[in-house]
């Protein structure tokens, strides 16, 4: 079993720094690739930023040089620094898990959170 959980969501002002976090609870020790897609209202899920089991990161390039991702391998939980935000960036933030890896292009997407919202304005 599986779970992921996000946290860190809400409103912030243009240029501000949220920091969004999900937990991954599993019975067993997991080497996945992580990352974080987001979907605004009218508009479909895109990817932000994945983080591969070795370290590997990537990023959307709407977001390079003003978000983090960050992980913590003992403890399951991956992180997403956000700063410089702006209102273009607001939408629910989903946590996504899986085998494979995203700098590869092979990550496959076995499990999601339920999302937090994050309202630039």
């Known amino acids: 079993q599986v779970q992921l959980v996000e946290s860190g969501g809400g409103s912030v002002q243009p240029g501000g720094s949220p920091t969004l976090s999900c937990k991954v609870s599993?019975?067993?020790?997991?080497?996945?690739?992580m990352g974080w897609f987001r979907q605004a209202p009218g508009k479909e899920r895109e990817p932000v930023a994945a983080i591969d089991s070795d370290g590997t990161t990537t990023y959307a390039d709407s977001v390079k040089g003003r978000f983090t991702i960050t992980r913590d391998t003992v403890e399951n939980t991956v992180d997403l620094l956000m700063d410089r935000v702006v209102v273009e960036d607001t939408a629910t933030y989903i946590c996504a898990a899986g085998e494979g890896s995203a700098s590869k292009k092979n990550w496959i997407l076995h499990y999601w959170g339920r999302g937090t919202q994050v309202t630039v304005s």
């Open positions: 599993s019975t067993t020790k997991l080497t996945f690739c």
